[in-house]
């Protein structure tokens, strides 16, 4: 259902074209679920439109998988519509459905006692302006190919040994690009909870990868 939507740039873009949630589009996701849960179902496909690339990625950097992120992906919209009738907008409706991947990704995670790692098929010059990646590729900028393989190892060594609740906070802010606020309402811990997470798991990425980047 939704393998079609999966390209080797998507991780990547996802970093800089991360969308900022406005007060008008709450509205207009509050006013499609209004639409849905009058009986109209088939306005539910606005929103899985409208955030399925978004959940695919966040879940696809939490599973490494592609057949895991696409099957998860779809329970996730299918979780969301079996519940939106009792969803009153309180939140976003992107907090909402964001909070739903990640309580189902983690369950999925947890039954199968796997471990996550963030995997990059393309990196672009883009990801340059990464705080994480600067300081790895800043040594080897000219020789990129063979930085890629050594990054993407380098980097899923050292995720794995994070917990699960730090590995959400790194891929949250630094691959998706959310604010600290809005990993707080969608974890549903405090913005000081989220900034201590990232901070110690920044320390211990960089104490993992010490040896590395030098």
Known sequence: MFSSMANSG??????????????????????????????????FDQLVQKYREHIFSVIYNMTSNREDASDLTQDTFIKAFQAIGR???????????????????????????????????KINEEVSSSEIYERLTAKNRSEKGALVSELQEKLNDALQKLSLKHRTVVILHEIEGLEHAEIAEITKTSVGTVRSRLHYAKQQLQSYLQEYIG
């Open 10 to 43: 998507s991780v990547a873009k996802s970093i800089f074209n991360a969308q900022e949630k406005t007060v008008s589009e709450r509205d207009l996701d509050w006013a499609v679920v209004q639409r849905v849960q009058a009986g109209n179902v088939g306005a």
């Open 87 to 121: 969803f009153k907008g309180k939140s976003s409706f992107f907090t909402w459905i964001y909070r739903i991947a990640i309580n189902t990704t983690m369950t999925f995670l947890k039954k199968r006692n796997r471990r996550r790692f963030i995997s990059y098929e």
